[in-house]
């Protein structure tokens, strides 16, 4: 028997405990300090007593090799066959064009061609659509620039978009700034509305000095009357807070003035926290920014100090809340990557992309869908083949099926290769996790 290569093992944040999770055999354990020693003592050549490994054994964290190998196959088969079969979320931007001047905005520097969108070019993206994702269950998320800017041609242009969902019986999703819903609501009461995703960056003040109309102007308390209106008409809203080192302080703020709208109580509302990173120009001096894990650990301070923060988010900590919420572990994630697999993106001037995050970018076009369709079928083809087992760094990674190789479009532009890693601190996240969602919960 040999320790697992998949074993993840670790202290615990604020404790004298530790943890083992294996994303393979499907295990996971706190182990008490004399037990934590003891494995930490097996890699320096100290023996385990019997019944401790008897219990590692049957746990499936001392393994025979070649058994586990034959696992590692198994599940990586079962991976793709149901990835086959999952949904496709399919992104459109009608425009590049915003209301706001975000202080940290990336599309600021796209070059926004004098064409338009025309009904023509929409109903070649739907025909598209119908032809190349027929028979996969699918769904449609709107987002830009903004998407929902308040112009009579834009209403239209959405009205028809939504009509042509209808027709194609897609749901919908939109990633908007939330300033003009107000004036979209009765159009987007008649669509298979998914959710609507919002971006509040904090209370009041906090948000208006980030997210501003362009010439200046307040936005935050119209986003909020917006938000009002969508679940008073039952359309799902999903609210984003970009996160750095700015505004972090706000989070609890906003979370309590959430909490005091009910937003919170009401099953039509969820919330997700984004990390403000290095993308594309904008954050070019990066002291106010935070790291991965750097975040994770302001916000698992901020929750011990205000404990209502989790009725407003609940940190995921990698695999750590679906734990603590399921008693078991999420199957093993060979491919964090969702580009050419169960996700594409399409601009309003017929290119086709790998995602969000290269939609926009002309040298990141894989081909088009109007005028004619063309695709660059190499390029498809090394976003389709990336996964763990692709990239040569993450086979003897012991965190890989936790990780999943980190984000594609991240790597390349890291190392100019698709099949490279965006490595996540998988480890940190889990010490901080175990110790928000298991030792609290035994004190």
């Known amino acids: 028997m040999i320790y697992s290569k998949h074993n993840i093992f670790s202290k615990i944040t604020d404790s004298d405990n530790y943890f083992i999770v294996n994303l393979l055999s499907g295990s996971a354990d706190i182990l008490n300090p004399v037990e934590g020693k003891m494995l930490m003592e097996f890699h320096k050549g100290i023996e385990i007593s019997a019944d401790f490994m008897d219990n590692l054994i049957a ?58 969108l025309t009904i023509e070019v929409i109903d070649a993206f739907f025909t598209y659509v119908n032809n190349e994702f027929a028979g996969r269950k699918k769904y449609l998320t709107i987002f830009g620039g903004e998407p929902l800017l308040n ?13 042509k969902a209808n027709e194609a019986e897609l749901e919908v999703c939109f990633v908007t700034n939330g300033y003009s819903l107000e004036e979209y609501i009765e159009i987007l009461k008649y ?50 807070v ?51 894990i750097s975040l994770y650990e302001s916000i698992y301070d901020l929750v011990k100090q205000y404990p209502y923060i989790t009725e407003f988010y609940k ?15 999420p199957d093993p994630l060979f491919d964090a990557c969702p580009a050419c697999k169960t996700e594409w993106a399409f601009d309003y001037t017929g290119q086709i992309f790998s995602c969000t995050a290269t939609v926009g970018k002309a040298d990141e ?75 609290k919960n035994q004190s």
């Open 59 to 116: 746990q499936g964290y001392f393994v025979d090799e070649k058994e586990e190998d034959r696992l590692y196959r198994n599940k990586y088969l079962n991976f793709i066959d149901d990835r086959a079969d999952d949904e496709v979320q399919l992104f459109f931007v009608p425009n590049y064009s915003c209301n706001f001047a975000c202080t940290y905005c990336y599309q600021d520097e796209y070059v926004n061609t004098k064409q338009e």
């Open 191 to 240: 669509a298979k509305i998914r959710e609507i995703q919002i971006t509040l960056d904090g209370k009041g003040s906090v948000h208006d000095k980030r997210r501003f109309l362009k010439g200046g102007g307040a936005t935050f308390d119209k986003i909020v009357k917006g938000i009002d209106s969508c679940l008073e008409n039952r359309l799902p809203v999903n609210l984003r």
């Open 242 to 292: 970009v996160i750095d080192k700015q505004n972090i302080d706000g989070l609890a703020e906003l979370a309590k003035f959430a909490i005091d709208k009910t937003w919170t109580k009401n099953n039509l509302f969820k919330t997700q926290l984004g990390r403000n990173y290095e993308l594309h120009h904008c954050q070019a001096t990066s002291e106010k920014l935070f790291s991965r």
């Open 365 to 439: 076009s894989l081909g088009t869908f109007y005028p004619e369709v063309s695709l660059k079928e190499e390029l498809i083809a090394e976003w389709e083949n990336r996964d763990v087992t692709s990239i040569t760094e993450c086979s003897h990674c012991n965190l890989q099926l936790a990780c999943g190789g980190g984000c594609g479009s991240v790597a390349k532009n890291r190392t100019g290769n698709v099949c490279s890693t965006d490595c996540r601190p998988i480890n940190e996240l889990m010490e901080l996790g175990f110790g928000a969602y298991f030792e």
């Open 151 to 163: 112009s009579p041609k834009q209403k239209e242009l959405i009205s028809y978009m939504l009509a």
């Open 315 to 329: 940190p995921a900590y990698s695999v750590s809340k679906f734990l603590a919420e399921n008693g078991s572990l």
